[in-house]
């Protein structure tokens, strides 16, 4: 699996404070299901899924 970027245009930047390290909350489509709550977070070393969210993803304990 490759990684996509996370972009924002100018007309979505409306309001922002530049160089500010606020986290960003937003819902993705991952593996046809709509995730709610996903944390962005760029100084974060350490990637996290909750058990919940392996549940209602229907991803197989061997997947894991």
Same mark, same amino acid.
């Given at each position: 699996?490759? $990684?996509?970027? +996370?972009? &924002?245009?100018?007309?979505?930047?409306?309001? !922002?404070?530049?160089?500010? =390290?606020?986290?960003? $909350?937003?819902? +993705?489509? &991952?593996?046809?299901?709509?995730?709610?709550? !996903?944390?962005?977070?760029? =100084?974060?070393?350490?990637?996290?899924?909750?058990?919940?969210?392996?549940?209602?993803?229907?991803?197989?304990?061997?997947?894991?």
């Amino acid at each position: 699996m490759g $990684i996509t970027d +996370i972009t &924002f245009s100018s007309t979505e930047l409306v309001d !922002v404070v530049p160089n500010e =390290d606020d986290p960003i $909350i937003l819902s +993705i489509l &991952f593996m046809g299901r709509n995730v709610h709550r !996903v944390l962005i977070d760029q =100084d974060s070393s350490m990637d996290v899924m909750f058990w919940d969210i392996f549940v209602g993803l229907q991803i197989p304990k061997e997947q894991l």
